[in-house]
């Protein structure tokens, strides 16, 4: 999904923000979404089963292409069914996990004419459903294949994580002049540092660890806040290894 905005010949300055663990608090959309899924029955066990076998056997690909492009629990899923439960699912599960700070400060950038743009890894039609709620002026996320009515489970075009980000973007702007020393960009991931490279103003969200120690160097702007994991296992495997790795 891709979403635009119409051409000028005046330089705008943009406000770019990533979705998972950015605007979002301690999680991502994706895993918020499968998990409201499986509690409607709409994503099969068999489905999931066959996610982690993939995972298991892509390893050697590595971790991008065994996780993070692996969407096979999505297969054979009516596109309508998800259409059908996303506003359910965003006003109980994803609107509340947002951070009220940066929609804030996302709501301060727009009245001071910035283009607001929401460029992530996570699917899609949940990029496209966070763009209407919050009134941005466009995005992308992961597309995913749809044949005949039903999502396949295949990711299509680029993936938008690390240098991809910043494709994807340039495609976004096709056609407009950027102030890119006024504009700002948001992130949380050493992976979003090409992206922020670009930006004459940068907010280090929550960063991990490599984003922490890149921005102390550049001295960009750190948010630093503490996610609400419940489970005391999972915060020790987020904050003590995923987030370090």
Known sequence: MMVTINNSDQAQAIAVFDVDWTLLCGTSAESLLVEYLKQKKIIPFRNVL????????????????????????????????????????????????LSQDLLQEMEDLRKKDYAIYLVSGTLDFIVEFLILKLDATGGAGSRVEIKNGKLTGRLLGHYPVHREKVL?????????????EKSICFGDSYFDIPLLSLFGNVVAVHPDFGLRKEAIRRGWRIVTRRPRIDNPLFRIWTERFFRKA
């Open 50 to 97: 066959k996610t982690v076998i993939l995972t298991f056997f892509r390893l050697p690909h590595g971790i991008l292409f065994s996780f993070l492009k692996n969407k096979y629990y999505l297969h054979d899923i009516e596109m309508q069914t998800i259409q059908d439960v996303l506003p359910a699912f965003y006003e109980s599960i994803l609107q509340p996990a």
């Open 168 to 180: 994807i973007l340039k495609q976004l702007l096709k056609g407009k002049k950027v102030d890119w």
